[in-house]
């Protein structure tokens, strides 16, 4: 277990923005040797304790002591200097530069007054077969897997003769083998007597690896638990500060027969569309108030499909129908003039423009679609902003401000308001509940389940099994760049039959 | 006294904050500065129903600058950057001479309104040669317009013959040198478009959409912008504003020079653009802010000359003082300066003071 002296300890730390107390009173610990979870909403402060702790910014209030020895970082550089190292959600790497260069960035081997590039790739080779990673260290960064690149991050990270290893959403883009790799790696530091302090919004998780949980809620503590000592449900309770009931009425809802659903003509109907090196041509029928989920591996090409239904990509295969008349879609522009609305899972580079403020990134699309000579009136803008601010529960509720000091899953709502003030009639959403809390998450399944139920078709992709088998009525497989299977979603199907259809390319 | 310096700080720092707030106050301190040091600059006075003085001059001066600026703001907001304006005010200066030149009466009116009206129609064509190398195929804006910047020195040569062309043409010099209202015509001729520019931007969706462009590329595509058309009009707009740059700048010198109109002026107006704090890296963009800049450069450029310092070596000077006023306005540096300041003698335990300045939220 712990032994007895913390390696670090956040006493009283507050900090405000301008409008927002981030953190208020907040005390933290972590001990040597152990995981440490640390859970709350979006927006609770859990980013902001942590770009405390490792000088992104400054303190109001409160002392920090690593090592029993009172600090206070002025930069991320300082921290790492300290033994403080952070692997951040979005990873923090350059793209353009080889795997071994990103790990030694700053801080290469030299020899004779010039880099050693043969000590650097063997050094860098070494670091990564200590995490299982036996790659091409020469090869640009970018040409590996987003997983590949975090776990390139936590090398570059633990290289740093880290004493606390910070890991923000480490596993918001790994598939389950990954994660457990990652695991394996975060358990084997955890012997080296690294603290690490985990941060997730998967609740399997984090009750997986950690030994002690820290809850944050709105910016106060509310407390630290041992994690065996802690059931899940009210871990929930304790990050949403309210009973969970809005999850299980979902369930209770019976869902509406899929013969009945798809009896009318569907709202769009994609015949053999395909695109080369993207996805192999499929067929896929959409109708009226029908949710389709899309379940698949990391990569299978669930967001491949679905930038062809919006025209993000152009289609070389087969072609869409909509309401059954053939239509060519060449671009985004033509598939929203057919009524379709597309919210992809990258918020940060193909979502939000994020030095705009809040009103102008929901009226964006909008307004594109106007064109430029016909603004939409500023009262008709506040009123529409303020109506999906208060029906999405978008926080803070100011509609002007920059839509990049929003928390994740703030920002996930004002790509779906968006979208939902363009009254689409097909709604593609790619990962919607990624990276973001228990509460938000709930939310935008309950919308998706009204949106339907009022007669909206919805694309939904997940790579949450669970919450693609909640919501959908029918449920599409990929596989290597296939479509392989499309399941009605029936009582019979569950999680582990879709695991196979996915291993299997069939059904089980 | 102390008293009611405590009542000004909260004003003051919410004014400090505001970012035109540096620009602003440089240019402040540089027409004190003037004013203490150099007799007459601020006499102001209407001689034959025109206004005469230093700072009318500045603006006078300074019109051909705003003009470029403003179109720069724009292109740079999409993420841009126009390097060939200078071979445009070449180019258009060059056109309308010649025209005005080849006039049998080069007073007549209409003779000069062709001119003119010919010269913005080339402008637009060269605008719009940017726009699609930018905007159609792809090239890199600075790669894009560096071909014209070199390539339309020589179509202005090509216009001229090689030659200097003069003209002796009433109604042409107005456009550069010439007063309506007791006020100079370029100076009106400038603030009608930047007034007209900022109504259509701002009026219209057009300023947001652009920003929307210049912020995120492929998010607004996505989000159905049709940011190559919005570009391309980027483009073409800048060129015009280049074009009657280069009608005021030939007017005011009776001359077409090819070789030198407009020499440098895309520097002078991407520095304009900067002081006002338009990013480089677009998004937000603040007209208000160029037009600020280019006054800022201008009165430099008149207070470099009546201190005396030889022309010859005023670019100099002039760089030294762009690259203070640069630093003055990087919140960083001014951090940096003010923690120098603040720090506090060394005590036993290693906490360190926070400086408060400049933390980002």
């Given at each position: 277990?712990?032994?007895?002296?913390?390696?670090?300890?956040?006493?009283?730390?507050?900090?405000?923005f301008?409008?927002v107390?981030?953190?208020?009173?907040?005390?933290?610990?972590?001990?040597?040797?152990?995981?440490?979870?640390?859970?709350?909403?979006?927006?609770?402060?859990?980013s902001?304790?942590?770009?405390?702790?490792?000088?992104?910014?400054?303190?109001?209030?409160?002392?920090?002591?690593?090592?029993?020895?009172?600090?206070?970082?002025?930069?991320?550089?300082?921290?790492?200097?300290?033994?403080?190292?952070?692997?951040?959600?979005e990873?923090?790497?350059?793209?353009?530069?080889?795997?071994?260069?990103?790990?030694?960035?700053?801080?290469?081997?030299?020899?004779?007054?010039?880099?050693?590039?043969?000590?650097?790739?063997?050094?860098?080779?070494?670091?990564?077969?200590?995490?299982?990673?036996?790659?091409?260290?020469?090869?640009?960064?970018?040409?590996?897997?987003?997983?590949?690149?975090?776990?390139?991050?936590?090398?570059?990270?633990?290289?740093?003769?880290?004493?606390?290893?910070?890991?923000?959403?480490?596993?918001?883009?790994?598939?389950?083998?990954?994660?457990?790799?990652?695991?394996?790696?975060?358990?084997?530091?955890?012997?080296?007597?690294?603290?690490?302090?985990?941060?997730?919004?998967?609740?399997?998780?984090?009750?997986?690896?950690?030994?002690?949980?820290?809850?944050?809620?709105?910016?106060?503590?509310?407390?630290?638990?041992?994690?065996?000592?802690?059931?899940?449900?009210?871990?929930?309770?304790?990050?949403?500060?309210?009973?969970?009931?809005?999850?299980?009425?979902?369930?209770?809802?019976?869902?509406?027969?899929?013969?009945?659903?798809?009896?009318?003509?569907?709202?769009?109907?994609?015949?053999?569309?395909?695109?080369?090196?993207?996805?192999?041509?499929?067929?896929?029928?959409?109708?009226?108030?029908?949710?389709?989920?899309?379940?698949?591996?990391?990569?299978?090409?669930?967001?491949?499909?679905?930038?062809?239904?919006?025209?993000?990509?152009?289609?070389?295969?087969?072609?869409?129908?909509?309401?059954?008349?053939?239509?060519?879609?060449?671009?985004?522009?033509?598939?929203?003039?057919?009524?379709?609305?597309?919210?992809?899972?990258?918020r940060r580079t193909?979502g939000l423009v994020e030095e705009l403020t809040v009103?102008e990134n929901?009226?964006?699309?909008?307004?594109?679609?106007?064109?430029?000579?016909?603004?939409?009136?500023?009262?008709?803008?506040?009123?529409?902003?303020?109506?999906?601010?208060?029906?999405?529960?978008?926080?803070p509720?100011?509609?002007d401000l920059p839509v990049r000091s929003l928390s994740g899953?703030n920002q996930q709502?004002v790509m779906?308001?968006?979208?939902?003030?363009?009254?689409?009639?097909?709604?593609?959403?790619?990962?919607?509940?990624?990276?973001?809390?228990?509460?938000?998450?709930?939310?935008?399944?309950?919308?998706?389940?009204?949106?339907?139920?009022?007669?909206?078709?919805?694309?939904?992709?997940?790579?949450?099994?669970?919450?693609?088998?909640?919501?959908?009525?029918?449920?599409?497989?990929?596989?290597?760049?296939?479509?392989?299977?499309?399941?009605?979603?029936?009582?019979?199907?569950?999680?582990?039959?879709?695991?196979?259809?996915?291993?299997?390319?069939?059904?089980? | 006294?102390?008293?009611?310096?405590?009542?000004?700080?909260?004003?003051?720092?919410?004014?400090?904050?505001?970012?035109?707030?540096?620009?602003?106050?440089?240019?402040?301190?540089?027409?004190?500065?003037?004013?203490?040091?150099?007799?007459?600059?601020?006499?102001?006075?209407?001689?034959?129903?025109?206004?005469?003085?230093?700072?009318?001059?500045?603006?006078?001066?300074?019109?051909?600058?705003?003009?470029?600026?403003?179109?720069?703001?724009?292109?740079?907001?999409?993420?841009?950057?126009?390097?060939?304006?200078?071979?445009?005010?070449?180019?258009?200066?060059?056109?309308?001479?010649?025209?005005?030149?080849?006039?049998?009466?080069?007073?007549?009116?209409?003779?000069?309104?062709?001119?003119?009206?010919?010269?913005?129609?080339?402008?637009?064509?060269?605008?719009?040669?940017?726009?699609?190398?930018?905007?159609?195929?792809?090239?890199?804006?600075?790669?894009?317009?560096?071909?014209?910047?070199?390539?339309?020195?020589?179509?202005?040569?090509?216009?001229?013959?090689?030659?200097?062309?003069?003209?002796?043409?009433?109604?042409?010099?107005?456009?550069?040198?010439?007063?309506?209202?007791?006020?100079?015509?370029?100076?009106?001729?400038?603030?009608?478009?930047?007034?007209?520019?900022?109504?259509?931007?701002?009026?219209?969706?057009?300023?947001?959409?652009?920003?929307?462009?210049?912020g995120n590329?492929?998010a607004?595509?996505?989000?159905?912008?049709?940011?190559?058309?919005?570009?391309?009009?980027?483009?073409?707009?800048?060129?015009?504003?280049?074009?009657?740059?280069?009608?005021?700048?030939?007017?005011?010198?009776?001359?077409?020079?090819?070789?030198?109109?407009?020499?440098?002026?895309?520097?002078?107006?991407?520095?304009?653009?900067?002081?006002?704090?338009?990013?480089?890296?677009?998004g937000r963009?603040?007209?208000?802010?160029?037009?600020?800049?280019?006054?800022?450069?201008?009165?430099?450029?008149?207070?470099?000359?009546?201190?005396?310092?030889?022309?010859?070596?005023?670019?100099?000077?002039?760089?030294?003082?762009?690259?203070?006023?640069?630093?003055?306005?990087?919140?960083?540096?001014?951090?940096?300066?003010?923690?120098?300041?603040?720090?506090?003698?060394?005590?036993?335990?290693?906490?360190?003071?926070?400086?408060?300045?400049?933390?980002p939220a």
């Open positions: 277990m712990a032994p007895e002296r913390p390696i670090l300890t956040m006493t009283g730390i507050s900090k405000e301008p409008g107390k981030a953190l208020i009173d907040v005390d933290f610990r972590l001990f040597p040797g152990e995981v440490h979870g640390l859970m709350g909403e979006n927006g609770a402060g859990k902001t304790l942590i770009k405390v702790l490792t000088g992104v910014y400054g303190i109001d209030q409160g002392d920090i002591t690593l090592d029993d020895r009172p600090v206070r970082f002025h930069s991320p550089l300082q921290a790492q200097q300290a033994g403080v190292s952070t692997v951040y959600q990873v923090n790497l350059c793209p353009n530069l080889s795997v071994a260069e990103n790990i030694f960035i700053g801080r290469q081997p030299v020899r004779f007054g010039r880099i050693d590039w043969p000590e650097m790739r063997r050094r860098a080779q070494t670091l990564l077969r200590r995490l299982d990673l036996d790659i091409d260290v020469t090869a640009q960064l970018d040409t590996y897997s987003l997983a590949v690149q975090q776990l390139v991050a936590i090398a570059r990270a633990i290289d740093i003769e880290a004493k606390v290893l910070i890991l923000d959403e480490p596993t918001s883009s790994l598939d389950a083998g990954e994660v457990a790799q990652l695991f394996r790696i975060m358990r084997q530091l955890k012997q080296d007597g690294i603290a690490i302090l985990f941060v997730t919004h998967f609740l399997d998780q984090v009750f997986e690896i950690s030994d002690r949980i820290t809850v944050l809620r709105n910016g106060r503590r509310v407390g630290e638990y041992a994690t065996a000592e802690l059931a899940q449900v009210d871990l929930v309770s304790k990050m949403l500060g309210k009973e969970l009931e809005t999850l299980e009425r979902l369930e209770e809802q019976p869902k509406r027969e899929l013969a009945a659903i798809e009896s009318t003509e569907p709202v769009l109907h994609a015949r053999e569309l395909g695109r080369r090196g993207a996805v192999a041509p499929f067929t896929l029928a959409i109708h009226r108030g029908e949710v389709v989920g899309l379940a698949g591996l990391l990569g299978s090409g669930r967001t491949e499909l679905a930038r062809l239904l919006f025209g993000a990509d152009r289609a070389d295969h087969g072609h869409l129908e909509v309401d059954g008349n053939p239509v060519t879609i060449r671009g985004p522009r033509n598939a929203m003039a057919r009524d379709i609305a597309f919210c992809s899972e990258n193909e009103r929901i009226i964006l699309a909008l307004q594109a679609v106007r064109g430029w000579a016909r603004p939409l009136p500023r009262r008709r803008q506040e009123e529409l902003v303020e109506k999906y601010i208060n029906a999405l529960r978008i926080t509720p100011n509609p899953g709502k779906l308001a968006r979208w939902l003030i363009m009254e689409p009639r097909l709604l593609i959403l790619d990962e919607p509940t990624r990276g973001i809390d228990v509460g938000a998450k709930a939310e935008i399944q309950r919308l998706v389940v009204s949106l339907s139920d009022g007669g909206m078709a919805v694309l939904f992709i997940s790579a949450e099994l669970e919450e693609v088998l909640r919501l959908s009525h029918k449920i599409g497989v990929l596989r290597d760049r296939q479509l392989v299977r499309e399941l009605a979603n029936t009582d019979e199907v569950d999680a582990d039959r879709i695991m196979q259809t996915i291993a299997s390319g069939a059904t089980a | 006294m102390n008293a009611q310096l405590a009542r000004w700080q909260p004003i003051l720092r919410t004014a400090a904050r505001h970012r035109l707030f540096w620009p602003a106050a440089l240019l402040a301190v540089l027409l004190s500065g003037n004013i203490l040091f150099t007799p007459h600059f601020a006499e102001i006075e209407v001689r034959d129903g025109h206004l005469y003085g230093t700072i009318v001059d500045i603006f006078r001066f300074g019109a051909p600058l705003i003009m470029v600026a403003i179109g720069m703001t724009l292109v740079i907001a999409t993420r841009g950057i126009d390097l060939s304006v200078g071979a445009v005010v070449a180019i258009c200066g060059a056109l309308a001479c010649l025209w005005v030149s080849k006039q049998p009466d080069q007073n007549s009116v209409g003779g000069v309104l062709v001119a003119v009206a010919l010269a913005l129609a080339l402008a637009l064509a060269l605008g719009l040669w940017n726009g699609i190398l930018v905007a159609g195929i792809g090239i890199q804006p600075i790669i894009a317009t560096l071909i014209l910047m070199v390539g339309g020195r020589g179509l202005a040569q090509l216009i001229t013959d090689g030659q200097i062309i003069t003209i002796n043409s009433e109604p042409y010099e107005l456009i550069g040198s010439g007063y309506l209202f007791t006020l100079p015509f370029n100076v009106l001729v400038a603030a009608a478009f930047a007034v007209a520019t900022v109504a259509l931007l701002r009026g219209t969706a057009l300023g947001m959409l652009i920003e929307s462009v210049g590329a492929e607004s595509r996505l989000a159905g912008i049709m940011s190559r058309r919005l570009t391309l009009m980027v483009y073409m707009f800048c060129a015009l504003c280049a074009g009657v740059a280069g009608l005021m700048a030939s007017s005011n010198v009776h001359a077409a020079d090819g070789n030198n109109a407009g020499l440098f002026i895309e520097l002078d107006a991407i520095l304009a653009v900067v002081i006002g704090g338009t990013s480089l890296a677009g963009f603040s007209i208000g802010g160029t037009i600020l800049g280019a006054l800022l450069i201008q009165t430099l450029t008149t207070t470099i000359y009546t201190v005396g310092v030889p022309p010859e070596t005023a670019l100099l000077w002039k760089a030294l003082v762009v690259t203070i006023v640069c630093l003055i306005q990087s919140p960083a540096f001014r951090a940096r300066i003010a923690g120098v300041r603040r720090r506090p003698p060394p005590s036993a335990a290693p906490v360190e003071e926070q400086p408060k300045v400049g933390v």
